[in-house]
């Protein structure tokens, strides 16, 4: 009786632990439904308080047994409930531009930066590694080191070194793509998709399966936004103006030796002409760049200061574009000081510019050929020590002559150094401007961030200070007092899922190195439904064929493998369940080719004790010979096969570690099942004084 009972226990026990394993699972659907009827009530809900008390009601009642049962439930992947697939690439080759020193980078740092993004591209190789061969090969011969262009603070020679450098490049890296995960993973539980799955994929890329998400333009926001929060000051004053002059002049100068050699410009591009008509129409009274009231009146020919003077209008827009190739390429405005000022249109004719505030306005069309002349090294040394250029981070909509929109943006000249980071920012919220209704980002910052900003805006009173987010500007504010509680405020979003997205990634932190989403896929939920409808009809069909065959040609025999492929199954899902796994198209797959290597084993069991019973053995002998002398043969297959899909899940990704996982586990159910359940239960028969025992044996051996 005790053998009975203890063979019983081995087969119910695994059947009550899947059961226990999966009730998280159920319960977790039950719950949800529960919940979903319950917000469609708050709908209909005529008092918002009684929608909100309907709701609080449920949360108190069932939301910590709901969220118990969520994180405890066999979760469905992508193929199955739909979302979206996306790969990330850090991008180390900007956290090297940014880790050299700014005044350093020349053309050959950059020659070796070109190359080296460009050997990435189909490689998994380690991208300091490429980048330090391709130093030797490029910067070495120039007699040039890594010490020319990184300095991580020590003087020592030993800090000095090659080696040490980069050791240092090397740890950054890494720290950069660590950090990344964790930023990554900090937005996506903030943003609040429920069970994302986030892991590294090769050296330096990121896979994120994100369920549930089908806005692609937001979470591409979400993810690539690097979060590099910067308080700049504005330095659009004369100075910058006159070295916008001396650009012109150089490059008028470069232009004409060129002609004179007739070689072509091939960086020219066509300029907006409307603009530099307007230039051409300001030369006549603003030649000196006169803001005090002036009479419109008076003609060009009297002021010979103009060089235009006796001109056509013609000739003059094609002599100004010659003379100024780089500053006919956006407007300048100056501001000038006191109340009911409108800003003044200036031009670069003479190098005589008015103290005070300016803005800078270009056209889209013109920004690339903006940046080809602001990148050029000779030209960087031209613009004031220690600033750089970033664009406004929403264009203006305009109309040309035609009727067609087109962007315009305004551009800033910064001091290069913040005076403070994002790094200061405790807290963000997504809010409304009291005074004009527009969405804003309120940043509160800590005690050091509040002294800090308190001195910063104390120095600079009717300064501009930039709010910088990834190099573009969402605000340049004129400090009008000293700002005391660190206290701020971005503007600038167009609506208030923008301002929401912004308050998400300023909470989580900024990357140190930016994100490139290199893959995306987004699979919509009725694709998700139709792969589990179809998931299921296989599944099912399987089960079916299995049934029938084993039933047919074994039997009792084959009832009995049937039932222990059922309990396989079911161990499969509760082990899954048990640790979190997720349960995708290719698992199911894995599921149903583990269904036939039940089977198989099986088979090869019971024809094992037919081949004894053939030989004349007692049916208890026939069964423990048949299950010895298959053991060998079915330990061979699957133990094989479980190397396969051990190389499978640590080489492979996505959906193919979702097919190893299930089919390795699905292995050692087998064994389990087939070995050790399948005989408890024939061994409960015997143990009951059963003296024959069906295996689909011709008649004459069943005794």
Same mark, same amino acid.
């Given at each position: ?6 063979? &019983? ?149 030993? =800090? ?22 964790? &930023? ?49 000051? &504005? ?34 591009? &066509? ?224 609506? =208030? ?10 909470? =989580? ?195």
């Amino acid at each position: 009786m005790k053998k009975i009972i203890g063979k &019983v226990l081995l087969v119910v026990l695994p059947i009550v632990a899947a059961i226990l394993l999966l009730y998280p699972t159920y319960r977790a659907n039950e719950l949800i439904k529960i919940q979903n009827e319950v917000y469609e009530l708050a709908k209909k809900d005529t008092s918002s308080a009684d929608s909100l008390a309907r709701i609080e009601n449920f949360e108190k009642q069932y939301g910590a047994e709901l969220l118990s049962a969520k994180q405890n439930r066999l979760k469905l992947g992508l193929d199955l409930r739909g979302g979206m697939y996306v790969t990330l690439e850090v991008d180390i080759i900007r956290l090297l531009e940014e880790s050299a020193q700014s005044d350093q980078i020349d053309d050959t740092f950059m020659e070796v930066l070109n190359k080296t993004k460009a050997e990435t591209i189909n490689t998994d190789e380690d991208v300091i590694d490429i980048f330090y061969r391709n130093f030797e090969q490029i910067a070495k011969p120039k007699r040039k080191f890594l010490s020319d262009y990184f300095d991580f603070g020590g003087e020592s020679a030993e =800090a000095m070194s090659e080696e040490k450098i980069l050791e240092t490049l090397k740890a950054n890296e890494q720290d950069a793509i660590d950090q990344a995960m964790q &930023v990554i993973r900090q937005r996506i539980d903030k943003y609040g998709i429920a069970e994302p799955t986030i892991q590294k994929q090769g050296a330096r890329r990121i896979l994120l399966e994100l369920p549930g998400v089908t806005n692609e333009v937001e979470m591409r926001q979400l993810l690539q936004t690097t979060a590099r929060l910067e308080f700049k000051l &504005v330095k659009n004053d004369e100075v910058t103006v006159s070295a916008f002059y001396a650009i012109d002049k150089f490059l008028a100068r470069e232009a004409k030796l060129k002609k004179g050699l007739n070689i072509q410009d091939t960086t020219n591009a &066509v300029q907006d002409t409307n603009l530099v008509k307007a230039k051409a129409d300001t030369t006549s009274n603003l030649a000196k760049n006169d803001t005090t009231k002036t009479d419109t009146t008076k003609q060009a020919s009297a002021d010979t200061t103009n060089p235009y003077a006796g001109l056509s209008e013609e000739e003059t827009r094609k002599r100004y574009l010659e003379d100024h190739p780089f500053t006919s390429l956006f407007e300048t405005w100056f501001i000038p000081k006191g109340k009911n000022q409108r800003p003044q249109m200036i031009n670069y004719i003479v190098d005589n510019f008015p103290k005070g505030d300016y803005n800078f306005h270009i056209y889209e069309p013109v920004i690339k050929k903006f940046n080809q002349i602001i990148s050029r090294y000779e030209i960087k040394e031209l613009l004031p020590y220690g600033t750089q250029i970033l664009f406004s981070a929403k264009p203006q909509i305009n109309k040309d002559n035609a009727g067609k929109e087109i962007k315009s943006y305004n551009f800033f000249v910064l001091k290069k150094d913040p005076e403070l980071t994002g790094d200061v920012v405790t807290d963000a919220i997504a809010t409304y401007d009291p005074q004009n209704n527009q969405p804003i980002v309120s940043m509160s910052m800590n005690d050091e961030g509040s002294d800090r900003w308190a001195k910063i805006t104390g120095e600079n009173i009717q300064k501009r200070i930039a709010i910088v987010l990834d190099d573009q500007v969402y605000s340049a504010p004129v400090v009008q007092n000293k700002i005391i509680g660190g206290n701020s405020q971005i503007t600038g979003m167009s609506d =208030a899922e923008e301002a929401k997205l912004l308050k998400i990634v300023l909470k =989580a932190g900024a990357l140190k190195a930016p994100v490139q989403i290199i893959e995306e896929r987004v699979v919509g939920p009725s694709l998700g439904e139709d792969s589990i409808n179809s998931g299921l009809t296989s599944f099912l069909i399987a089960i079916i064929l299995v049934v029938l065959f084993m039933t047919i040609y074994y039997n009792v025999g084959g009832i009995i493998s049937v039932i222990a492929v059922m309990i396989n199954v079911l161990l499969i899902l509760g082990v899954l369940a048990a640790f979190q796994g997720t349960l995708t198209l290719p698992g199911i797959a894995g599921i149903i080719l583990t269904i036939g290597m039940a089977v198989d084993a099986n088979i090869l069991i019971y024809e094992r004790i037919r081949e004894e019973l053939a030989r004349g053995r007692s049916i208890k002998s026939a069964i423990d010979e048949g299950f010895s002398k298959a053991l060998s043969a079915i330990l061979d297959s699957n133990i094989t096969t479980f190397i396969t899909g051990l190389i499978l899940f640590f080489l492979g990704t996505g959906p193919i570690q979702g097919f190893a996982m299930t089919l390795m586990i699905g292995i050692l159910g087998t064994l389990f099942t087939a070995i050790v359940l399948s005989r408890a239960m024939i061994n409960i028969f015997i143990l009951r004084g059963a003296t024959t025992f069906n295996f689909g044996q011709p008649k004459s051996l069943t005794a």
